[in-house]
């Protein structure tokens, strides 16, 4: 792990500054204790990211779980029951490791992963806008469309200017300035702007910046639009922050449903960005999806034991890694050392950090996902790649990331089943001499009973006295709904005089007596 140290190491310190906020806006959005979203970004980060087999995912608290835990804090009692739940949600991930569960990954279509990767993108760069020009209304790390203040997220952005904090702007733009010229001049100048990164350098301007202008004005940047990470006065008070679970309460059945229902919503998000963030990863590494449900199983029993939120695998900071030049888990278990360390020892120092240079880093991050260019390169896939895609994009801004993919995954599946249709057999009319038909149907490799539809309108179209020739010589499977079509066609077709010709790998037989009993004879590899 450590034969990388010079690309992981500034790349941990992206994510942190990257993931601090985000943990603290998630247990704001939450209604959970705020250091309960740092708990569960140094779990993820340390914990998950030593067990994990993702070279480059880094987990923590996901903004797509706060609604539940939000509504369930209130419904179990109290924060101490919730805690019961995210323990006993982390069981039942490592079941579904066990039970190899996470093979579901494989199967989310490209064009959908590609959509959600946009769509983060976009909500990032919508969220993020408010908070560079210094309106913090809604907590950092929201992705839902509806926020928490009564206003959405476009409407946000249109009272920007009512809200508009001069400080705040003005370093916004200043880390926006050195951000851009750090990754497209000064990286390519020599290997120290490798090793010291923008985002480095932007939150130390930052930083100095607060610090200088205290007192002014117009400058000056308030407490309301800085970090705020909670401050203990001494060793006991900063052990007080840890939560620890009522296991009293097990017996309660509203802690299991909501303990399944975090482990199946964590499970989901985990395995879709673990497909994303294998998309971006420049080596193309694959990683094992039965080992992550593992590792994010045993992080969030890690977490509900301590007073930490929910786990999952994070696009945002896995985006950010990738984005930082980040090459194996050692980034991800150093960002988390780095946020324990930071809470501990520099806890002043992080809240004089101005809200609007942790944006202006984000606002890169989202753009680096959303570029143009993939919208093109989308489209020039033709329309079975672009719906989804689209779909999925537009979901996800305009509802939630769970929503959004559940959009581009429904669609993704139905134009898969219109193909489906009309991929069953090729129709190739041969002969029309003579006032006979001859029609050739060759049936597909396989023909299932999506494809009745298809098959049946085929044969309902055929002319009196055709000749046709039905091919099923390459057919492996026939789904028994098709074999019941054909028996009741033999029976039309005496009616239509039409004269059937079966091409087998049994031979050729002229107007079958029985389709049924035919293909029950044929043998199992046909």
């Known amino acids: 792990m450590f034969k990388n140290i010079k690309s992981d190491l500034p790349a941990s310190i992206v994510v942190f500054f990257v993931a601090l906020p985000l943990c603290l806006g998630i ?60 323990v006993l949600g982390g069981i039942i991930q490592i079941l579904f490791g066990v039970l190899k569960a996470g093979v579901i990954g494989y199967y989310f279509p490209s064009s959908v992963i590609k959509g959600m990767l946009t769509g983060i993108g976009i909500i990032i760069i919508l969220k993020q ?30 009272h920007v200017m009512d809200h508009i904090t001069i400080g705040s702007m003005l370093i916004g733009f200043i880390g926006l300035a050195i ?29 100095i910046f607060f610090i200088v202008t205290q007192g002014n004005e117009i400058l000056s940047i308030q407490a309301s639009h800085l970090v705020s990470v909670p401050i203990p006065e001494s060793a006991a008070s900063f052990m007080e922050q840890f939560t620890f679970p009522n296991f009293g309460a097990i017996t309660n059945p509203e802690i299991w449903i909501t303990a ?51 786990i999952t695998q994070v696009i945002v900071r896995s985006s950010a890694n990738v984005q930082s030049g980040g090459k194996s888990k050692m980034s991800a278990i150093l960002h988390g050392l780095l946020l324990l360390v930071s809470v501990i020892l520099i806890p002043r120092l992080l809240n004089k950090i101005p809200l609007s240079i942790l944006a202006s880093i984000l606002l890169v991050v989202g753009y680096k996902l959303a570029k143009p260019s993939l919208f093109k390169q989308m489209y020039g896939l033709g329309k079975k790649q672009f719906v989804p895609f689209i779909i999925t994009v537009a979901g996800i801004v305009f509802t939630d990331l769970l929503t959004g993919i559940s959009l581009g995954l429904a669609v993704g599946v139905i134009i898969i089943l219109i193909k489906s249709y009309q991929n069953s057999h090729f129709l190739h009319i041969e002969d029309q001499s003579n006032g006979l038909h001859k029609i050739k149907m060759t049936l597909a490799e396989e023909v299932t009973f999506f494809n009745k539809g298809a098959i049946l309108k085929e044969l309902d179209r055929l002319p009196s006295d055709t000749y046709l020739e039905l091919d099923v010589t390459k057919t492996r499977y026939l789904d028994n709904d098709i074999i019941e079509i054909l028996e009741d066609f033999a029976f039309k077709a005496k009616e239509k005089n039409i004269n059937i010709k079966l091409i087998s790998e049994r031979g050729i037989v002229e107007n079958p007596p029985s389709f049924i009993q035919f293909f029950k004879l044929r043998p199992k590899a046909a």
């Open 27 to 86: 247990a704001l959005a939450s209604g959970a204790p705020l250091f309960s979203g740092v708990i569960a970004g140094i779990v993820g980060g340390i914990v998950v990211g030593a067990l994990s087999g993702s070279k480059i995912g880094v987990s923590g608290p996901a903004a797509g779980l706060a609604a539940i835990v939000l509504t369930a804090i209130t419904s179990l009692g109290g924060y101490e029951n919730f805690l019961v739940a995210v």
């Open 179 to 207: 951000l851009i010229l750090w990754d497209k001049v000064l990286s390519k100048k020599g290997k120290i702007f490798h090793l010291i990164q923008g985002p480095l350098v932007a939150v130390v301007v930052g930083i």
């Open 129 to 158: 806008v408010p908070h560079f020009f210094g309106y913090d209304a809604e907590p950092e790390g929201a992705d839902s469309f509806i926020e928490t203040s009564g206003e959405n997220t476009f409407s946000a952005i249109l």
């Open 260 to 310: 399944f229902t975090i482990a199946l919503v964590a499970s989901l998000e985990t395995l879709l960005c673990v497909e994303a963030t294998d998309k971006i990863d420049p080596d193309k590494n694959v990683t094992p999806t039965n080992r992550e449900l593992l590792a994010q199983g045993t992080g969030n029993i890690i977490s509900g034991l301590i007073g930490g939120l929910p």
